[in-house]
């Protein structure tokens, strides 16, 4: 059973950037056809999908934080990491890595709790 584990600082200052790893557990991220993403959801707002890399490597995001995003991996850790810059208070929320296949996000991290805050 894969499971996933979002970790990083809870507290990021204005204008620096959020750096977030996901950790994952009982499956390897290259496994032919998953895919892993970056979701959102910020207080009293429903999920925002951020971005995803495949298992070939190829990565995809929203266009409206495309400027802002980005994320990689680490195969050898089994790592897959999101890093989002110049953050202002309006990018406090829960972060979530989830796996899927065919853009079906079907197991969850327990997310993360990340302030943006002076």
Do not use: F, H
Request: one cysteine or more; charged letters at 15%; glycine letters at 10%.
């Amino acid at each position: 059973q894969v499971q996933l584990q979002e970790s990083g600082p809870g507290l990021v200052k204005p204008s620096q950037t959020l750096s977030l790893t996901c950790t994952v557990s009982g499956g390897s991220i290259t496994t032919r056809y998953y895919g892993w993403s970056w979701v959102r959801q910020p207080p009293g707002k429903g999920l925002e999908w951020m971005g995803a890399i495949s298992y070939e490597g190829r990565k995809y995001y929203i266009q409206s934080l495309q400027s802002r995003t980005s994320i990689s991996w680490d195969t050898a850790k089994n790592q897959i990491s999101l890093q989002l810059s110049s953050v202002t208070p309006e990018d406090t929320a829960v972060y979530y890595c989830a796996k899927g296949a065919n853009w079906v996000w079907d197991i969850w991290g327990q997310g993360t709790q990340v302030t943006v805050s002076s």
